[in-house]
């Protein structure tokens, strides 16, 4: 109900449908280590993360906050570089980028995929090496292309006729001859969240195989000189566990790739199969270990092109949930706690966080589900059937919509929700103007401010009405 638009009105102070709840858990402080980073631990009853106490990070940083775990997120970026060889691997970069995070993926050996001169231009501060740089895009401006062009980034991809047409000006006009991809659309729909499946026809994302829109586009790049052919795109969407949706989208890219051998009499160097891997938010997500998934992944395009007669081309991802997601904890302090009678005799207490769907708005947006414990203290009180909310005026700022947590949970208490790393920070508002939070990573103990605080102040610096004396 939540996906569908709704006129303004009443729908404004509805909530979403009760799912059943989720059991209560064996033990409300204990931490999944599926579920949470690497150096998440307590100790005397408080949790730890990068060696440190929460309420001493918190002392230090306040609430609402994000922890990045730098050794977790560095395992899991070593994890897909050195999973399988001819395997290139280009972090994502809208999970959640600043130059910290890019300077330290450059570091484990990976690329970095941008979409817009925003995330190119914390790339190039961070001074990542462009070669190494992605320019991804269903829109870029001219701007952002001739940005990315005499920048030297390894590779554009390319999403769009009119595209092909601006970057091989671009390119052009600066003297370059710009290696790029053609993103095609492979009619897979990934089992994931509508709103984030990105490869079945009905939607804007690149050139469609079924209507030979895919062939026509590779025809325009070839006869582009500015531009070169570096390969094949396709992304089919993201959170996704069941790996067959890959399989199907590798079969249908080595076909194209074929078809463009019989037609053109080139070999595709590159596919680059995208991003979308999932990673556990609750109890029971079960993904598979990236070594796992690349190896599959590898498999499948070699067999692919074994029966095609084509040699294995280089092969590319794009993770950028599964490398920070999990890295990342959220930390918030409970203002309020109210108890709510539902119709059915069961009570829900409504738990308030000092943030909401201004640092978190997943849940309102694709009913993502989290885990969240009490981080300052355990408890043996009997857990409680809560919903986590923010601070925000509208009923569906929920963050956590069902989570049992010690039922003596009280205001002051910190309250941690896990997995935060990706789309969190990056899809963060100044609705209500709340500003957004910090990113402090945190590491051998030691605490370092990656994004600072944003204040009112810097709310009230882009208003040109407020008089400055
Ligand atoms: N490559 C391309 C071309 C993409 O469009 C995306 C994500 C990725 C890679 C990385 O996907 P990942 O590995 O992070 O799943 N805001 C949504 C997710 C949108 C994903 C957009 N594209 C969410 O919060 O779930």
Request: glycine content about 10%.
């Amino acid at each position: 109900m939540s996906r569908s638009a709704h006129p303004a009105g009443p729908r404004h102070a509805d909530v979403l449908p009760d799912p059943p709840p989720a059991p209560p858990q064996a033990d409300a402080n204990a931490l999944d280590p599926a579920i949470w980073p690497v150096t998440a631990c307590r100790d005397g009853g408080v949790l730890h993360l990068g060696g440190a106490a929460v309420p001493d990070l918190v002392g230090r940083h306040g609430t609402p906050a994000l922890f990045l775990d730098e050794a977790d997120l560095r395992a899991r970026a070593r994890a897909f570089a050195t999973a399988a060889a001819g395997v290139d691997v280009f972090y994502a970069g809208k999970a959640f980028l600043c130059t910290t995070v890019a300077t330290w993926v450059a570091q484990e050996g990976l690329g970095l995929d941008v979409c817009t001169g925003g995330e190119l231009a914390v790339a190039r501060a961070a001074g990542f090496p462009p070669e190494r740089i992605a320019l991804h895009g269903n829109n870029k401006a001219v701007g952002e292309l001739q940005h990315a062009v005499l920048a030297g980034v390894g590779r554009v991809v390319l999403d769009s006729f009119e595209e092909i047409r601006r970057a091989a000006d671009v390119a052009s006009a600066a003297g370059i001859r710009q290696p790029v991809l053609v993103r095609v659309t492979v009619g897979v729909e990934a089992h994931t969240h509508e709103f984030i499946a990105t490869a079945h026809e009905d939607q804007k994302f690149g050139f469609s195989l079924r209507d030979g829109a895919a062939e026509e586009a590779v025809a325009a790049v070839l006869d582009s000189p500015a531009l070169e052919l570096a390969g094949l795109h396709s992304h089919i969407g993201s959170q996704i566990f069941d790996t067959a949706g890959f399989e199907v989208a590798a079969g249908r890219v080595v076909s194209l790739a074929a078809r463009i051998r019989d037609l053109h009499g080139i070999e595709i160097p590159e596919i680059d199969l995208g991003g979308g891997f999932g990673i556990a938010y609750v109890a029971g997500d079960d993904p598979e270990p990236p070594r796992q998934t690349v190896e599959r992944l590898v498999g499948i395009v070699a067999q692919e092109c074994a029966r095609a007669g084509l040699p294995v081309p280089r092969i590319a991802i794009e993770p950028g949930r599964a490398i920070v997601g999990p890295a990342m904890v959220t930390v918030y302090e409970v203002g309020t706690v109210k108890p709510v009678e539902l119709d059915h005799g069961m009570v829900r207490t409504y738990v308030s966080v000092d943030g909401g769907m201004s640092d978190n708005i997943r849940t309102a947006l694709y009913d993502a589900q989290y885990t969240c414990v009490l981080a300052g203290r355990e408890s043996d009180a009997a857990a409680v059937l809560c919903r986590v909310v923010g601070k925000h005026c509208e009923s569906g700022d929920i963050v956590v919509r069902d989570a049992w947590l010690p039922g003596d949970v009280r205001p002051g208490d910190l309250l941690a929700v896990a997995a935060t790393g990706a789309y969190c920070r990056s899809m963060a508002s100044n609705y209500n103007h709340v500003p957004r939070p910090p990113v402090v990573a945190v590491r051998d103990g030691a605490d370092t401010v990656i994004l600072r605080r944003e204040t009112v102040e810097d709310l009230l610096r882009l208003d040109a009405g407020v008089d400055r004396g």
